[in-house]
């Protein structure tokens, strides 16, 4: 039935954004010893998003500015088409 593969196709892109959206997120969820610094003091949100950073200012005497939490699959090899 060749009128059901677009919508197949279609469904399986949108888990794979998905997926990658939900991944996105959790790599920012860093303990906050384990954060390694971004930035420098006196960082601002948008300057620590602008280098691919993470962004958490609800812990005091640890890294506000931090990189992300390494994924251990990279995602883009399920996704690319």
Known sequence: T????PR????????????LSSLAQDTCVV??????NCGTPGITPSQC???GCCF???VS???WCFHPAAVENPPDEECSF
């Not at 197949?8 to 997926?19: M, R, S, Y």
């Not at 303990?31 to 390694?36: K, T």
């Open 2 to 5: 060749a009128g059901m593969e």
């Open 8 to 19: 197949v196709v279609c469904v399986l892109v949108l888990v794979c954004v998905l997926t």
């Open 31 to 36: 303990a906050p010893h384990h954060r390694a």
């Open 49 to 51: 998003k602008e280098r």
């Open 56 to 58: 958490d200012n609800t």
């Open 61 to 63: 005497g640890v890294p």
